[in-house]
């Protein structure tokens, strides 16, 4: 016989004869569903903003103008040395013969002579490809013996006319250059996003192994 004690333990029942005291597999399914794309946006979008801070580069620089005016394109400014290493980033050495004086009007002309020309200083560009002091990469391997185009890593960057953003990464120093913007990983050209996997593909395609890749970059 069931007692008032009794009844108010009875777990109430609807009128499909599920238990309702519970939550419903369509609940879990939609909090599980809202769970995971809250982690989604906090770890593609919000966690980034927070990791990465954004750097000014000391003046603007307009490739455009400047491939327009040299005779060897690229490789005007960025060369083979000698002995086979790369120049990357022009020194003033490099500059100093066409900008002894303001050429134009522009403001950012102007700071580059009377800030470092006249002052007879190298401007610390923020490197957007710095790497770790025990990573090696060889552009006469790339260049000379692949016969790849600057393009096919740096893309179109001989027609900008004004530098991306640097974005550091506050843990490391480094530039989220190196891998890209696009978290995902999905890209439409070769330049859009450089990572280890993509360098690893490459070689595999065009080597058959990822082995030369990896012996360094492990």
């Known amino acids: 016989m069931s007692t008032s004690g009794d009844k108010s333990k009875e777990i109430p029942v609807d009128s499909a004869g599920n238990d309702s005291g519970g939550s419903s597999p369509g609940m879990i399914v939609l909090f599980f569903i809202v769970g995971f794309a809250a982690s989604l946006a906090v770890g593609w979008i919000v ?34 040395r000698d002995d086979g290493t790369y120049a990357g980033v022009p020194t003033m050495a490099q500059c100093i013969d066409c900008h002894e004086e303001v050429q134009g009007d522009s403001p950012d002309e102007e700071i580059f002579v009377t800030e470092y020309v006249e002052a007879e200083k190298e401007v610390p560009w923020l490197i ?6 025990c990573v090696y990469f060889s552009h006469a391997a790339h260049v000379k013996m692949a016969e790849m185009e ?19 990464n506050r843990i490391t120093g480094y530039s989220r250059d190196i891998w890209g913007n696009n978290i995902a990983g999905i890209k439409k050209n070769s330049w859009d996003r450089m990572k280890m996997d993509d360098c690893g593909d490459c070689h595999l395609e065009t080597m058959g192994s990822k082995g030369a890749c990896f012996q360094c970059h492990k």
């Open 47 to 80: 966690f980034p903003k927070i990791l990465y801070s954004e750097k000014q580069q000391p003046f603007d620089f307009n490739h455009v103008t400047h491939v327009e005016l040299v005779d060897d394109g690229c490789e005007s400014c960025h060369f083979f």
């Open 128 to 133: 957007y490809s710095r790497q770790p002091d």
């Open 150 to 168: 600057c393009i096919d890593c740096h893309g179109d960057i001989g027609e900008s006319e004004s530098l991306k953003a640097y974005q550091e």
